[in-house]
């Protein structure tokens, strides 16, 4: 296959697929890595894809949103594993907020049912997960829920988070890196996202490494409001020293 042929094809991948990753695409086409960079590279220049960490998604999409259904099943292992880690940062019958996000909701599955917590959510799936936890006291904000994520948003999911104060918030972001911060692509979640960080005494951000580097339309915040980033083993050794040379610790599960 010649390279504007394949280039084509990429281009196709991903504007049906919302992104494509240079492994996969290697792998696919059976060429190096190196050769799906200078692809990538080829299509960003022209307009027709726009290059992020480990990969691209189509030119003008800094909006895409993938679906709940799609966000559950996408770097599955890597999100079990950040959950795992994250119940060791679970407080002692103690109050937590969660977020709405695929992996946060996976934490949520995790928690034990003998577990003795106040919980706080938005989330209608991560809410569905602790209903039968009899050791958890759960409060359930309301507002207008996003179809697309089953996230209460608007003003009263703000006023909710405006007048509680938690010991941790486990956050969820669509897009992380040092240049610019915390991103997501609604801006009615993300000043939903705003008000629980303001509402947590410790911030920690659950993230796989595939969304470092990427950056989606409504900015929530930056990197130096999250005391701890939870992520997987994909997020380079050199990527993590840069996000910690910032004052915000790193696990990479």
């Given at each position: 296959?010649?390279?504007?042929?394949?280039?084509?094809?990429?281009?196709?991948?991903?504007?049906?697929?919302?992104?494509?990753?240079?492994?996969?695409?290697?792998?696919?086409?059976?060429?190096?890595?190196?050769?799906?960079?200078?692809?990538?590279?080829?299509?960003?220049?022209?307009?027709?894809?726009?290059?992020?960490?480990?990969?691209?998604?189509?030119?003008?999409?800094?909006?895409?949103?993938?679906?709940?259904?799609?966000?559950?099943?996408?770097?599955?292992?890597?999100?079990?594993?950040?959950?795992?880690?994250?119940?060791?940062?679970?407080p002692?019958?103690?109050?937590?907020?969660l977020?709405a996000g695929?992996?946060?909701?996976?934490?949520?599955?995790?928690?034990?049912?003998?577990?003795?917590?106040?919980?706080?959510?938005?989330?209608?799936p991560?809410?569905?997960?602790l209903?039968?936890?009899?050791?958890?006291?759960?409060?359930?904000?309301?507002?207008?829920?996003?179809?697309r994520?089953?996230?209460?948003?608007?003003?009263?999911?703000?006023?909710?988070?405006?007048?509680?104060?938690?010991?941790?918030?486990?956050l969820?972001?669509?897009?992380f890196?040092?240049?610019?911060?915390?991103?997501?692509?609604?801006?009615?979640e993300?000043?939903?996202?705003?008000a629980?960080?303001?509402?947590?005494?410790?911030?920690?951000?659950?993230?796989?490494?595939?969304k470092?580097?990427?950056?989606h339309f409504?900015r929530?915040?930056?990197?130096?409001?999250?005391?701890?980033l939870?992520?997987?083993?994909?997020?380079?050794?050199?990527?993590?020293?840069?996000?910690?040379?910032?004052?915000?610790?790193?696990?990479?599960?």
């Amino acid at each position: 296959m010649y390279a504007p042929e394949r280039q084509q094809e990429i281009l196709r991948l991903a504007r049906d697929g919302g992104r494509v990753d240079v492994v996969s695409l290697a792998e696919e086409f059976q060429v190096t890595a190196e050769t799906i960079r200078r692809d990538l590279k080829a299509l960003d220049r022209a307009g027709l894809l726009r290059r992020v960490h480990g990969g691209a998604i189509p030119a003008g999409r800094l909006d895409f949103e993938p679906d709940l259904a799609e966000r559950e099943t996408t770097a599955a292992d890597q999100k079990a594993r950040i959950a795992r880690a994250a119940l060791a940062e679970l407080p002692a019958d103690g109050t937590v907020i969660l977020d709405a996000g695929s992996t946060v909701a996976r934490l949520a599955a995790a928690v034990p049912r003998g577990a003795t917590l106040t919980v706080v959510t938005h989330s209608l799936p991560t809410a569905a997960r602790l209903a039968d936890h009899p050791g958890i006291q759960l409060h359930l904000v309301g507002g207008r829920v996003r179809h697309r994520t089953r996230a209460a948003v608007d003003a009263w999911a703000l006023r909710a988070y405006g007048e509680i104060r938690a010991d941790v918030v486990f956050l969820a972001a669509n897009g992380f890196s040092v240049e610019h911060g915390l991103t997501t692509p609604d801006l009615a979640e993300a000043a939903v996202k705003r008000a629980a960080v303001a509402a947590a005494r410790r911030v920690v951000l659950l993230a796989d490494s595939a969304k470092h580097g990427q950056e989606h339309f409504a900015r929530f915040g930056g990197l130096a409001d999250v005391d701890l980033l939870i992520t997987d083993s994909g997020l380079s050794p050199d990527d993590a020293a840069a996000i910690g040379r910032g004052g915000t610790e790193v696990v990479r599960a």
